[in-house]
């Protein structure tokens, strides 16, 4: 996979991945970045803008913990909102990775250009198949 592609599909999923470490535990950023180095290959600079717009837009809110070693850590968990989002974001992101698990299997029921007929969607739905 070229290199600019590889980098896209990660950011377009970093904040379902967030979101799927905060339902799991509270965390602080270093911890969540290095987790996803770890899961994903990402750097840890892109989740510190990440984790502000997300408290920004209600997703997650923050607390500190006191520490022995050093200065307190800011930990995030989710908000009712953010459960809501996980939920919704999930949903989409496993029908989206079953189509394009069907196109790259070449199992996908639908040829190019094709008219897609709702009644056939809704077979395929039920089934499980899109």
Known sequence: MPET????????VLGLCVLALLARSDSYAYEIAS???DAI????????PLMRRMQTD???ETYLVESSSGPSRKYYRLTTAGRAALEGQSAE????ARAVDALVADTAPIAAGAPVE?????????????
């Open 58 to 60: 209600g997703l997650v």
């Open 93 to 96: 992101w496993r029908a989206f």
């Open 118 to 130: 709702p009644a056939a969607l809704a077979d395929q739905t039920q089934r499980g198949d899109a």
């Open 5 to 12: 592609i590889d980098i896209q599909l990660k950011k377009g």
């Open 35 to 37: 987790r996803l180095s």
């Open 41 to 48: 290959g990402m750097g840890e600079g892109t989740i510190y």
